[in-house]
């Protein structure tokens, strides 16, 4: 890597998190994070100054970020959404949804307080309109959510010398939202959703917005499409 800006992207693999890492590659030399090694070395062989990191992030630890000195960017997008009454799902479904949307998050922050300390840097949340309002089937994924915005405004206070911000997207044309809508009984009609570039954008105009500003919340929805 290179002397220019250092970032990390988790769930880089593929949807947002892929779109997250070619948005900031230009400008900066991005830790590609994800399960997926061949995917991720896929996409490290198009952004110049990019380097696969395979990891299983609910087991993240020390080892792990050896060797991450300094860090000027974290963008937690990895996430996993499982939907059901809460009648039909069970502790095991709101652990595993606790451990991947939170508490991966929360520990891979810790961990990497050190460099993101010495470079002033930015942590971006990656939540969702879940974040902000609870319906039905939705209960563990928005509970998760719902998490993650209290340990983002948290850490705002906390570390008064970083920028953390939180961006809520509504449905992105992805993965995940095939399973959504698969659940959901309905079509899955991409043309009515988000693009990951979009959110991509938006993680982009947070992170290049000037040395005075701080961008703590940002809302984007689809036009003309669900709001939830």
């Avoid at 479904?93 to 300390?117: G, H, K, Q, S, Y």
């Avoid at 928005?142 to 993650?148: D, P, V």
């Amino acid at each position: 890597m290179t002397d220019r800006p250092k970032a990390l992207v988790t769930g880089a693999s593929r949807g947002v998190g892929a779109a997250v890492a070619r948005a900031l590659a230009p400008t900066h030399d991005v830790l590609l994070g994800g399960r997926d090694a061949a995917a991720l070395a896929a996409l490290a062989g198009e952004l110049p100054g990019s380097r696969p990191w395979p990891v299983e992030l609910t087991r993240v630890s020390a080892a792990d970020v050896e060797g991450v000195e300094r860090l000027d960017v974290l963008v937690h997008s990895a996430g996993i959404s499982v939907l059901g009454r809460i009648a039909d799902q069970g502790a095991d479904v709101w652990r595993r949804t606790m451990e991947v949307n939170v508490i991966a998050v929360a520990e891979l922050t810790r961990l990497l307080l050190p460099a993101l300390r010495r470079a002033g840097g930015h942590v971006v949340c990656v939540n969702s309109g879940a974040g902000q309002r609870a319906n039905p089937d939705w209960a563990s994924y928005a509970a998760s959510k719902f998490a993650l915005k209290a340990f983002a405004d948290a850490l705002r206070l906390e570390e008064p010398a970083l920028r953390v911000t939180t961006i809520y997207p509504g449905r992105i044309a992805t993965d995940m939202q095939r399973g959504v809508r698969a659940f959901e009984g309905g079509a899955f009609e991409p043309e009515k959703y988000l693009e990951p570039e979009t959110v991509a954008r938006a993680v982009l105009a947070a992170v290049m917005a000037g040395p005075d500003a701080h961008l703590t919340e940002l809302t984007l929805r689809p036009r003309g499409g669900p709001v939830n």
